[in-house]
């Protein structure tokens, strides 16, 4: 069993699972909280089809962390030779290096994309009953994609200064 978790953990399946956490997770965040929006802007948008660029906005907003998700694993597989052809080899410990790289979007991602999917479903209700207010619905939603910018620039800062292979 020993021996079998060893070859299959190697330094480089450790970094190429940050890669896909990074981008899974920021990405099924974005999914949910893009939807989350969707589901409420669909009933305004029934009532009245004049706020649908409101609701668009709204909605767009969420989607940016699986953005940073996706920036962050092709940086990731930049830096690990998976676009050239030819990869590096790494050792279980520069794997490990890349893995926890990834993870501050993967998880700020995967958790604000959502938190701020509802966020921005609640300024679908300030549309609702005063459209003059839309701005405040929108920073709201900004608020939480601060975290995520921030988790952004932790993996990048990260992945930028890790040794060579």
Not at 19 to 24: E, F, Y
């Amino acid at each position: 069993m020993a021996e079998w978790l060893s070859q299959v953990f190697t330094g480089n399946t450790l970094a190429f699972l940050g890669v896909a956490l990074a981008v899974g997770l920021a990405g099924i965040g974005s999914a949910k909280g893009v939807g989350i929006v969707g589901e409420a802007g669909s009933g305004l948008h029934a009532e009245d089809p004049s706020k649908f660029a409101q609701i668009m906005i709204l909605q767009v907003i969420p989607g940016t962390q699986g953005l940073y998700g996706f920036v962050v694993g092709l940086l990731a597989l930049v830096r690990l030779g998976a676009l050239t052809g030819s990869p590096i080899s790494l050792s279980f410990e520069q794997g490990a290096w890349y893995l926890m790289a990834c993870l501050p979007i993967a998880l700020v991602g995967w958790l604000s994309a959502i938190a701020q999917g509802r966020v921005a479903a609640g300024g679908i209700g300030i549309i609702t009953k005063r459209p003059e207010e839309m701005f405040k619905g929108i920073m709201m939603a900004v608020m939480v994609e601060f975290y995520a910018i921030l988790a952004l620039l932790v993996s990048m800062l990260m992945l930028f200064n890790l040794p060579s292979a």
